[in-house]
């Protein structure tokens, strides 16, 4: 019985996804039901993907992640702009530095006791400010013409993009379902005095949240840079509402202890079937905008609701008992 | 997450009653530089930027920062009062977009002056009544309610202006953003400094004032004493809203045109202006007077960083250092 419900629960992404899939396949079948433009969704959603694996596994632990916009841009400022220096320095050095912010986000939540969204706004602030001081708010062109095989190649059948991003669903899932690391982090977020008392340390399980965050931000960088063969200081500005809504959709909450990373990737595809279907059914750029920020909005609402009667219903079976 | 600001809440406003041992002459210091910091932090700037640059300690520069930061200030003022019953609106930066646009656009479909700055506001209004709304129907976080709007409302802006510049055309209308009392203040910084005044007077003296410092620090409790919680809360929004569209209108008026995203950043600033002035990030603590003098150092640094021929980029590097650091001291001392 239990398992039915966090079924039915986890399949609110799926249902999203089906219906979605259904209404732009009666809408424009001939275009939207063919294997390229399947192609096209799957490079699309490849980019936002990491980004929302972070922030499901920064909300997993009870936090929030604000900065991850901000960190892809850097890291795709970086991946393009030290290519001069070798192409691994500069991928190395982008996915180093999403790391980097991930720790100073984690240090900043745990050692300076800073609320976590206030945090990684204020680490958002700064790293905004190191990408309009690095790219001298001009768009930054790649020199090594192979790097554009991770955002653009293909293995096999496979976007290589595409790859990566499965390749970094199931580590994340064998790391959150299977591993002492990855269940403490539900426990953290689940009950923080229990979590505590249990003998986990709370500090380590957010650092290392946080810092799996900023580099997987990172990831998303270097994929758009390689995707784009470009970096400018314009990326990345609805980042983090997107990144925070496909989690949502994927079951986390914004109390923390809740989610799954198979869910969120359904998250993330719908919100890429969305607009795939809104761009083949020709709506204009400004309404496109529009519809996501409903959308976006109502998500928030939906999550706050569906947890105010989650607490409604744990106060009535406390009182029941 | 809110819960646990509540209580941080509480217990802040337990201590003062509980003055009971203790290292007193501690408290006592550490709320005199809880209380003053943004003024100590604004005099050292003013005394450091006098040394390192001759243009900083002129009237004439000094009246600049205060133009300056005008605009801002009233965004932060709205922002305060928000802060203080411990909500954010990140819709501000798009609604400073959309009032100007709607004033000028009205001032293009033949309104008067006076009409389309009163449709602007109205605009701002209409946008934090749903933010309120929205906030207070669902209980969802303010944060992403309010990023989520301002997403929306900018889009809105740009399909009213499909991303052109739009140019006022009421006559006298740059008065207001341009116009000087005896040749040399501003109206826009009087303007500022009166709102403040007011909203200071309103938050000590008023009932209405009185409810929003209950509001951030224990919401129940002003339930139970029969205190319009819910009201204050929607009118908070209104009000915040509504001041940002005021700051949207002079922005407008300065510059006799507007563009759809002219607010670009204003909600980080303001809520940094807000906090660097005192204003607690968890609600109850905090004034709008205070405000003012956070917006200034804002001002200082920033007027301090070009006349050192700091890149302008840069700025915004050094305005999230000086957040974080800030509440993390807030948080710090409060602690302490």
Known sequence: MKRLLRLLEKRSALILLAVLVAAFAIGDSSTFLTGSNFENIARQIALDAPMVFGETIVLIVGGIDISVGAVMAMSAALAIGLQPYGTPVAVVAALAFGAAVGVVNGILVTRGRIVAFVATLGTMSVVTGMVLTYTKQRPLVGTDENFAWWGGGQIGPLPVPLVIVLILLVAIWVLLEHTRAGRQLYAVGGNHDAAFLGGISINRALVGAFTLSGFLAGVAGVLVASRLDSASSQLGGDAPLTAIAAALIGGASLLGGRGSILAAFIGVLALGVLSNGMDLLGIPTYTQIAIHAVILVAIVAIDALATGLRRRNAALLRISE | ?????????????????????????????????????A????????????????????????????????????????????????????????????????????????FGLYPSIALGLLAGAAVGLCNGLLVLATGANPFLITLGTNLLVYSIALSLTHSKTLYATAPGFNVLGRGQLFGFLHYSVILLVVLAAVFEFVLRRTVFGRTIFVTGLNETAGRLSGLRIQMTKLAAFVLCSTLAALAGIIMTSRINSTVANSGFGMEFDSIIAAVLGGTSLFGGHGGTLRTLIGVLVLGVINNLLVLLNVPIEAQQIAKGTVFLLVVWADGALRRG
């Open chain 2, 39 to 110: 003024l100590l932090l604004l005099v050292a700037l003013i005394i450091a930027g006098s040394f390192a640059s001759p243009v900083f300690f002129t009237p004439r520069n000094l009246l600049n920062i205060l133009w300056a930061v005008s605009i801002l200030g009233v965004v932060a003022l709205g922002q305060t009062l928000l802060l203080l019953t411990c909500r954010f609106d990140m819709s501000v930066a798009a609604v400073v977009g959309f009032s100007g646009i709607v004033t000028v656009l009205a001032q293009i479909g033949g």
């Open chain 2, 1 to 37: 997450m809110t819960t646990s600001i509540k209580t941080a809440g509480q217990d802040e406003n337990l201590k003062p009653g509980l003055a009971t041992g203790g290292p007193e002459r501690l408290q006592v210091w550490l709320g005199f530089l809880r209380n003053n910091t």
